[in-house]
Structure formats: structure tokens, C-alpha cells
């Protein structure tokens, strides 16, 4: 049965954080949001039917802080997208923030920070800043996230290089009803949502680190972003938002597809499938001949493999 409490006083931020199977996890990202100076929001989590304790503890936290917290436990696992698509829907404040269960906040002046960017340019429709990257235990700070200057930014540079830590950004709820069709079948769904986003205004960056990023950590739905089948359904993605935004982003959505074009190029010829992988190739080299020229590495290695006998 799914466990809501929507506090009746409409807020200035809805907190968006999704968890499944996260119990190792969960209570500093939740502690993240309550230590906030910035006291105008609420915590919307939606839990994707975990079975390792994780439910118990967003339950003890809604429980103790009801005007704070409104927790949704699913009655069965529906994957990591359609649970966030949940969560967005439920959103309904002047801004979003995002914060899921593995990632966590640092800085109490996060949301205080980014809401007066939001307030003094309204040009700007999404608030980010720069990560801390762990490992999956947390016992070693790796790197930080990104090197970005303190500017606005472009979906283009957006598409371009990964620079934007999920767990960094707040955004103008301009979110649409019903959500395009290629964000409800996405594969990545923050792309979806910040190219989404790229319509309406730039994205401002505070260049300060104020949040944490886990790498590696067991993802929120038990699922890995990688081979051929996530690979063909991102393609498919890719092509949805050709459509949508055409002609804004047609080349560097092509220049992706031809990667993961490549990409399956190897992996079919690894299999010893030999008539998909030079399918692949051709497909790539049809979409985008310098992309492919580029993915040498995948596609010699495709040739090879598909050529001589193994």
C-alpha cells in the first residue's frame, strides 16, 4: 500500500528523492535535506519497493517530521524512471530539487544559495553546482564532479560533456502535462530533464561543492546502464528527442547514436554475430561517418571479429 502525507501549505521547493534498496545510504541524504537553513520546502520520497530496510527508514523519518516528509512506498518495483516520473508528478512547488537516495547534500546553504539565484535571474531555469565524487563505501573522495567556470551553460555543452551532478540542481517547475514522449522513454532520465529544461532559459552554476556524488553505488532501480539492450534503447530515445527538438540538437544526438551504434558494433561481434555487427556498423557510418571514424577503437575491433574467423 502506498503511504502518502501531502502537507496542505503549498511550498516554495518540492524536494524530489527516489531510493530503492538503499539502507546503507538513505538517512544522510535524507539528513541532507532536513539540515537546510533554507526551511520552505518539502521532501518528497518515493521508494521503489525495497526489501532491505530502506522503506522502515524513510517511514521512521515521514513519522517523526510529517510537515517536512511525504513518503510513497510502491507496492512493487517499477524501475528507476517510472518512479522518478512518480515523483516529478507528485511535485508541485514554484521549484524543484533533486536528491536521490545514494547521493547526499553537504552544505546547509545548498537550497538557500540556489533558490536566490533562481529569484535574482530569471533567465536562469536551472540551479547547479559542483560534487564531491566518492566510492560506494564513501571512504575516499575521488575527484570532484566537474570543472565548469561560474556561468550559464547551454543544453548544447550540456549534450556535449556530462557536467551537472543530479543531486546539485533546482529547477522552475515548468514541467508539462503530459511530459513529451521521449521523456517518458527515456533511458537517462536527467538528460531527458535538463534538455526538457534547455527550452525554457539557460543553467546557472554556483561554483561551490555542495553536494555528494557516490560512484559506483548499487543504482536505484538493481539495473546497469550498459549493453546492447540499453544501448538500442537509448538510440531510440535519441530519436524522440530528434523529433521533439529538431532541428536544435540533431547533430549531437546523431554523433550519441553513432556511438552506441559502434558500441553494439563490438559487442554483437564479441558474440560472433556477425551479420548484426557489420548492421551496426553500417548504420553507424550511415548516421554520422566521423563519430564512427572516432569510435576506432569499437569499430576496428568489430571488423576484426567480424571478419576473421575466432
Excluded at 511530459?179 to 534538455?195: A, C, I, N, R
Aim: proline share 3%.
Amino acid at each position: 500500500m502506498i503511504k502518502e502525507n501531502i502537507s496542505e501549505v503549498e511550498n516554495t521547493v518540492d524536494i524530489c528523492m527516489i531510493s530503492y534498496n538503499q539502507k546503507a545510504f538513505v538517512t544522510k541524504a535524507i539528513q541532507g535535506v532536513l539540515n537546510q537553513t533554507y526551511r520552505d520546502f518539502h521532501l518528497i520520497i518515493c521508494d521503489d519497493a525495497s526489501v532491505d530496510g530502506t522503506k522502515e527508514i524513510c517511514e521512521e523519518f515521514q513519522y517523526e517530521y510529517p510537515d517536512k516528509i511525504s513518503f510513497y512506498a510502491g507496492e512493487k518495483n517499477v524501475g528507476m524512471m517510472q518512479n522518478f516520473l512518480r515523483c516529478l508528478t507528485i511535485a508541485t512547488s514554484k521549484y524543484i530539487a533533486i536528491c536521490e537516495g545514494d547521493d547526499y547534500w553537504t552544505d546547509p546553504e545548498k537550497l538557500q544559495r540556489q533558490i536566490d539565484m533562481l529569484e535574482a535571474q530569471p533567465e536562469v531555469v536551472l540551479s547547479f553546482h559542483n560534487a564531491d565524487v566518492i566510492n560506494a563505501n564513501g571512504s575516499e573522495t575521488i575527484r570532484k564532479f566537474n570543472k565548469c567556470s561560474e556561468r550559464t551553460y547551454e543544453g548544447e555543452e550540456i549534450l556535449k560533456h556530462w557536467l551537472i551532478p543530479t543531486a546539485s540542481v533546482v529547477f522552475r517547475n515548468v514541467l508539462e502535462n503530459p511530459l513529451p514522449e521521449f521523456f517518458l522513454k527515456s533511458t537517462h532520465g536527467d538528460l531527458s530533464l535538463f534538455l526538457f529544461l534547455s527550452k525554457f532559459g539557460s543553467f546557472g552554476y554556483i561554483d561551490r561543492t555542495m553536494s555528494i556524488y557516490r560512484l559506483n553505488a548499487q543504482s536505484v532501480t538493481g539495473s546497469r546502464f550498459k549493453g546492447i539492450k540499453h544501448n538500442e534503447k537509448h538510440i531510440s530515445q535519441c530519436v524522440l528527442m530528434i523529433d521533439y527538438f529538431n532541428p536544435r540538437y540533431k547533430a549531437l544526438l546523431n554523433a550519441r547514436i553513432t556511438e552506441y551504434l559502434c558500441s553494439n558494433a563490438y559487442l554483437y561481434a564479441r558474440e560472433k554475430k556477425r551479420q548484426l555487427a557489420m548492421k551496426s556498423l553500417w548504420r553507424a557510418m550511415q548516421t554520422n561517418w566521423f563519430v564512427s571514424l572516432k569510435n576506432i577503437k569499437y569499430c576496428s575491433a568489430a571488423i576484426v571479429y567480424t571478419l576473421i574467423p575466432l
